[in-house]
């Protein structure tokens, strides 16, 4: 075959290449395609490519999307490292949950250089096992991305329960499933509050609000509440409420849960306003709370929802 026809063969080859890969390319990759380090540094010295990391070059020079990032990721850490974490989870389409730094799942034993924006997770366990199916970038199956994730990265238990929460009511898995993986991943950090969650999760539990209501009422024999029951406001439009208990005289409890965000003026302001035109049947009452108290101090939660009378065993308080 003549020079001629070698370099557009090997052109495009290197254009599927990028194509594929989001205009990011290893220098491995290079190589094997017959393109020497002098012709790439010729193509970044020319502003044409650019640097990533010292084994990763784009052909493209302004930032790079989170796709592109990705692939800087998986590439830099090279042959059988995956995304992994809550990159993956994005990358299966969790929503939410979303973080700047790239994490990698790489072979414990093998060396890496570090690199800003990425976070090389090493890990012992059989990488086969892990890795994916879809087609494209590397990636490791949803449930053991979120559980290790969940076991050794998440700042606090009620992280890791709520991003697992948030998995199955995305439709990302199941609980059954992220069950299996528990005991598939063994021995796994958290594992015990793993499968507690994954049991409240599995009766409907989508947040991890909602996990800590289920404790609170196991640990105050309290019944169950409705979770995200639908209700209109005066003008019509819908909403949900956090949980409701129905009371035995006909009347209605709401519990409505605040996250961090709420402690905005402005916010808490648009609750007060839904709260009030709200339409509930016979409403008892709205018991707020926030997150921090139903996880640290679940008793006075639980304490103010008996007082309006929601059955349950306060230790301490005369029922």
Same mark, same amino acid.
């Given at each position: 075959?003549p020079?001629?026809?070698?370099r ?5 080859r290197?254009?599927r ?6 205009s990011?390319?290893a ?13 790439a ?5 020319a502003?044409r490519w ?9 052909? @493209?020079?302004?930032? %790079? $999307?989170?796709? =592109? /990032? ?8 090279g &042959?059988?490292s ?15 949950w979303?973080?700047?730094?790239v ?5 414990d034993?093998?060396?890496y250089?570090p690199?800003?924006g ?17 087609p ?13 994730w969940?076991g ?7 992280a890791a ?6 998995? @199955?009511?995305?439709? %990302? $898995?199941?609980? =059954? /499933?992220l069950?299996?993986?528990v005991e598939?991943?063994? &021995?796994?950090r958290r ?23 289920a404790?609170?009422c196991?640990?105050f ?5 409705a979770?995200?029951?639908p209700?209109?406001e ?12 129905d009371?035995?005289?006909g009347g209605t ?7 961090p965000g ?16 709200l339409?509930?049947?016979?409403w008892?009452?709205?018991v707020?709370?926030s997150?921090?108290?139903l ?12 007082g309006?009378?929601?059955p349950?065993?306060i ?5």
């Amino acid at each position: 075959m003549p020079s001629d026809d070698l370099r557009g063969a090997r052109r495009g080859r290197l254009e599927r290449l990028l194509v594929a890969q989001e205009s990011i390319v290893a220098r491995r990759q290079l190589t094997a395609l017959g393109i020497d380090w002098d012709a790439a540094r010729a193509n970044v010295v020319a502003g044409r490519w650019a640097v990533r990391t010292p084994r990763v070059l784009s052909t @493209v020079t302004g930032a %790079l $999307t989170i796709g =592109q /990032r990705r692939w800087v990721g998986v590439l830099h850490a090279g &042959p059988g490292s995956m995304l992994g974490g809550l990159t993956a989870a994005a990358q299966h389409g969790l929503t939410g949950w979303e973080r700047p730094v790239v994490t990698v799942l790489v072979d414990d034993e093998l060396s890496y250089d570090p690199t800003n924006g990425i976070r090389l997770f090493r890990s012992r366990r059989p990488f086969p096992l892990m890795i994916g199916s879809r087609p494209g970038i590397a990636t490791a199956r949803v449930e053991p991305a979120l559980l290790l994730w969940a076991g050794y990265h998440a700042s606090t238990t009620r992280a890791a329960e709520g991003v697992l929460a948030a998995a @199955v009511a995305q439709r %990302l $898995t199941t609980a =059954q /499933r992220l069950y299996e993986e528990v005991e598939a991943l063994r &021995p796994l950090r958290r594992a015990r509050h793993f499968r507690a969650a994954l049991a409240v999760i599995d009766a409907g539990a989508h947040s991890s609000a909602e996990i800590d209501v289920a404790r609170m009422c196991r640990l105050f024999a309290m019944p169950a509440p409705a979770r995200q029951t639908p209700r209109e406001e005066r003008d019509g439009r819908r909403r949900r409420t956090d949980c409701e208990w129905d009371l035995p005289d006909g009347g209605t409890v709401v519990l409505e849960v605040e996250g961090p965000g709420h402690l905005d003026v402005r916010v808490a302001d648009d609750d007060i306003r839904r709260q009030r035109r709200l339409t509930v049947p016979r409403w008892r009452c709205v018991v707020r709370c926030s997150a921090r108290e139903l996880r640290h101090e679940p008793h006075e939660v639980a304490i103010d929802l008996v007082g309006y009378g929601v059955p349950g065993r306060i230790p301490g308080v005369a029922s």
